[in-house]
């Protein structure tokens, strides 16, 4: 069964900490994998993206790592900030014709105090 | 600047009475995707229109459905909306199966 599975389910760090963000998956065949931010009543936005080749990338102070072999990835945020607080959604592209249908995790709640 | 536009953003319906959810597209992406996510769950693909092509999902209950009448539009109706269809509505596009961008959504209360 194609599952993401993500941990914690909720983290609260205070301000200028780090942290980071685990996902585990079940995918096949796997296209991608990206990271995705929501804050409270907004919609998702795109933090990473990764193929199967990429190990890491970065975007600013987000830095997500994939191991295609053990089907593990990790956010991490640097000196977070209060306005790092949102849910980070962890979601496999799984390949399927022309349009990659996508598996979402539960998502990890983050919640940045000051 | 090229965006997925909701509209509206807050949508309050009574039970059963028909309503129509808007998203429009400046990214000239030729799929266009509309999601179901409930408090505290990861959204839930209904359907999704590659290019004029319909893809209904298999548990997308019959009471949803899409118009895309061109390229930078694509609706969601729902006929008869029922409380338990309260949810936030997430529009995506995406260019064939690369990264999807997804609108802001419209939470939709019913009644």
């Known amino acids: 069964k194609n599952q993401v599975e993500q941990s914690p389910q909720s983290l609260i760090i205070l301000e200028g900490k780090n942290c980071t963000l685990q996902c585990n998956y079940t995918v096949s065949p796997f296209s991608n994998l990206r990271w995705y931010k929501q804050d409270t009543g907004r919609g998702p936005v795109s933090l990473t993206i990764?193929?199967?080749?990429?190990n890491t990338k970065s975007n600013g102070r987000y830095t997500a790592t994939l191991d295609a072999d053990t089907k593990q990835s990790s956010l991490h945020i640097t000196a977070s900030q209060l306005s790092d607080s949102a849910s980070y959604i962890c979601?496999?592209?799984?390949?399927?014709?022309?349009?990659?249908?996508?598996?979402f995790g539960q998502g990890t709640t983050l919640q940045v105090k000051p | 600047d090229a965006m997925v536009i909701q509209n509206p953003r807050y949508q309050v319906t009574q039970f059963g009475k028909p309503v129509t959810l808007s998203c429009s597209q400046t990214l000239n992406h030729n799929v266009m995707y509309w999601y179901q996510q409930k408090s505290s769950q990861a959204p839930k693909l209904l359907f999704h229109y590659y290019d004029k092509d319909f893809n209904n999902e298999a548990d997308t209950p019959d009471n949803f459905q899409s118009r895309r009448p061109n390229t930078s539009f694509c609706f969601l109706d729902i006929r008869s909306p029922g409380l338990g269809d309260a949810a936030m509505y997430l529009c995506a596009t995406s260019r064939d199966e690369f990264e999807q961008f997804f609108g802001p959504g419209t939470r939709l209360t019913v009644l």
């Open positions: 990764m193929t199967f080749s990429e």
């Open positions: 979601v496999v592209s799984l390949h399927s014709g022309n349009t990659g249908k996508l598996i």
